[in-house]
Nanobody, 129 residues
Framework: QVNLAESGGGSVQAGGSLRLSCAAS????????MGWFRQAPGKTREALAG???????TYAHFVKDRFSISQDNANNILFLQMNNLTPEDTATYYC???????????????????????WGQGTLVTVSS
């Protein structure tokens, strides 16, 4: 069982930036893909960005120009750089990993989130206007 731990959340004003990290307790390149998700109060969890073990990246259309996903395989860390944040970005952000799904499949969302192989506990991002 691999553990994922997010960090880097916090409070920021609209227009600001944050960089989230997801530290894995084992090699991340053993997963088919890893991704970032978020869930705002009263809303369903939504996929933001995914990255395959070969580095292929897929973004949800609504974050493509503001968010950037990357990974540090040497240190087993997944990142999400978020720029030009708005209050609508306020949510708990999660990382997840799966042994079989591609990043494209992660973003498409045609699966039960509970079926993914690993989830972090989340980090809260609050954006004020």
């Amino acid at each position: 069982q691999v553990n994922l731990a997010e960090s880097g959340g916090g409070s920021v004003q609209a227009g600001g930036s944050l960089r989230l990290s997801c530290a894995a307790s084992a090699a991340i390149n053993m997963y088919s893909s890893m991704g970032w998700f978020r869930q705002a109060p009263g809303k369903t969890r939504e996929a933001l960005a995914g990255i395959d073990s070969d580095g292929t990246i897929t973004y949800a259309h609504f974050v493509k120009d503001r968010f950037s996903i990357s990974q540090d395989n040497a240190n087993n860390i997944l990142f999400l750089q978020m720029n030009n944040l708005t209050p609508e970005d306020t949510a708990t952000y999660y990382c997840a990993a799966d042994f079989s799904l591609s990043s494209r499949a992660l973003i498409q969302g045609n699966y039960d989130p509970k079926s993914l192989d690993a989830w972090g506990q989340g980090t809260l991002v609050t954006v004020s206007s």
